[in-house]
């Protein structure tokens, strides 16, 4: 009997340990946690880098990690068209800038405002004695006697100026023209007035009007763009305007406070900086086809053509 009692107690000590058992591995884990989460050092979402990826994932790179702090990242860009390396005028430097790579056809249009590249135009011609060769345009006189003026609707607050046009009459005769006026409002859209020199191209002057077509040219030889700045103009206020350039000049640009500053642009073909915010800095300008030329510090120089070395390149 005195054994029989001596084997129950032992086979509930065992019971008894089987059932501590899990209660003791519990505890053990429990107090390696506790060790874990206060040790020095520890980071509270070490444990989820799903988390941190995401928290950090706006397009900056962390130093370390392939990018110094600071870095941007580089943008791709193609040969510029204009000569490599030109050469620089005594006051200035200048430089070509390649056209954006996602620019479009769309995006060459919206620069280009009425007057567009690969557009055939109708109207009429007509003649007028352009004179010196001077106009609206305020480009000043001219040897230049293949001019024309332009209509009030496309000449668009002098976004024609200084476009070179291909015209032909209904015989087939061409001529190319140079805008440096506008025509009165009498004019109507699509309608070129000539210089009496180049109306002699197509038709005999006295007859005075002729239907025509017409449509933009960017010429092989235009020699290179010239800046100049506005009589009156200083570091107060200014006035900018472009000259020489192949094709139609879209935007002019003033480094100011950092960045960019886009000039609004005036009817008689100068563009204004009323405050004089980047005035006499370097300035950028932009054809209708998106391509850049920058020139750093031209000087401020009022009523002189200073020129870059630079032209925009032919399409």
């Known amino acids: 009997m005195k054994e029989t009692r001596q084997a129950a107690r032992r086979r509930g000590r065992r019971r008894t340990l089987w059932a501590l058992t899990p209660v003791a591995l519990v505890a053990v884990g429990a107090l390696v946690c506790l060790a874990v989460a206060f040790r020095p050092g520890h980071r509270a979402d070490a444990g989820h880098p799903a988390a941190s990826v995401a928290a950090g994932s706006r397009g900056t790179a962390a130093p370390g990690r392939g990018a110094s702090a600071g870095s941007t990242s580089p943008t791709a860009t193609r040969s510029p068209v204009s000569p490599a390396e030109p050469a620089r005028p005594s ?10 790579a996602s620019r479009t056809t769309a995006t060459t249009a919206s620069l280009a405002g009425r007057i567009r590249p690969g557009v055939g135009y109708r109207g009429v011609a007509t003649t007028y004695d352009a004179g010196t060769g001077d106009g609206a345009c305020s480009y000043g006189p001219s ?11 496309d000449y668009e607050t002098s976004k024609a100026c200084g476009a070179y046009v291909l015209v032909r ?3 087939g005769a061409t001529v190319t023209v140079r805008i440096t006026n506008e025509c009165p409002t009498g004019c109507a859209p699509g309608q070129l007035d000539l210089s009496a020199q180049a109306f002699a191209r197509l038709a005999n002057p006295v007859t005075g009007r002729i239907p025509v077509t017409w449509k933009l040219l960017s010429p092989g030889d235009s020699g290179t ?24 000049v879209a935007r002019l640009e003033l480094r100011a406070d950092g960045g960019w500053r886009r000039l609004p642009r005036t009817d008689y073909n100068y563009f ?20 850049r030329l920058t020139v750093d510090g ?13 032209q925009f390149a032919r399409h």
Do not use: F
């Not at 006697?145 to 009030?152: E, F, P």
């Not at 204004?272 to 391509?291: H, K, M, P």
């Open 272 to 291: 204004l900086a009323e405050d004089g915010g980047g005035c006499g800095g370097t300035i950028r300008v932009t054809d209708i086809y998106g391509e």
């Open 91 to 100: 006051t200035a430097s200048a430089r070509p800038s390649a056209p954006d």
């Open 143 to 153: 040897g230049d006697v293949l001019t024309a003026a332009m209509n009030h609707t």
């Open 298 to 310: 031209i000087a401020l120089r009022p009523g002189t053509a200073q020129t870059t070395r630079l």
């Open 225 to 248: 763009v010239a800046l100049r700045y506005k009589t009156g103009s200083s570091r107060y206020w200014c006035a900018v305007q472009v000259i020489g350039h192949r094709n139609p």
């Open 169 to 171: 009459a209904a015989g």
